[in-house]
């Protein structure tokens, strides 16, 4: 089993800079591709950005591209999103997620998800 906790989520301008935090627990961290999710408001869950277990293959959803960016830290069982440039659309409740494999961006394929963490950029 694996347990992840999002924190870092908030209230910011637009234009300004967040990075969210995802802490896994078990010993088996180095071996999950990782990936970010958010629900917007009346919306479905959509990819944001994953990362492979070595952390060497990053992918993300065109709309966050070059604004955001996917990192992990395997020795403190962490995986970031570091969102610079927000913008009002990027609203929502940010997930992480884990796999027992390489990186996906496809929802259905993550074994684990964590509660969630609520970001609010204000025009």
């Known amino acids: 089993q694996v347990q992840l906790v999002e924190s870092g989520g908030g209230l910011v301008q637009a234009g300004g800079s967040l990075r969210l935090s995802c802490a896994a627990s078990g010993r088996t961290f180095v071996t999950y591709g990782m990936g970010w999710f958010r629900r917007a408001p009346g919306k479905e869950r959509e990819f944001v950005a994953t990362i492979s277990a070595s952390g060497g293959v990053r992918n993300y959803a065109d709309s966050v591209k070059g604004r955001f960016t996917i990192s992990r830290d395997n020795a403190k069982n962490t995986v970031y999103l570091q969102m610079n440039s927000l913008k009002p659309e990027d609203t929502a409740v940010y997930y992480c997620?884990?796999?027992?494999?390489?990186?996906?961006?496809?929802?259905?394929?993550?074994?684990?998800w964590g509660q969630g963490t609520q970001v609010t950029v204000s025009s």
């Open positions: 997620a884990a796999r027992d494999a390489g990186s996906s961006w496809s929802a259905s394929s993550y074994d684990y």
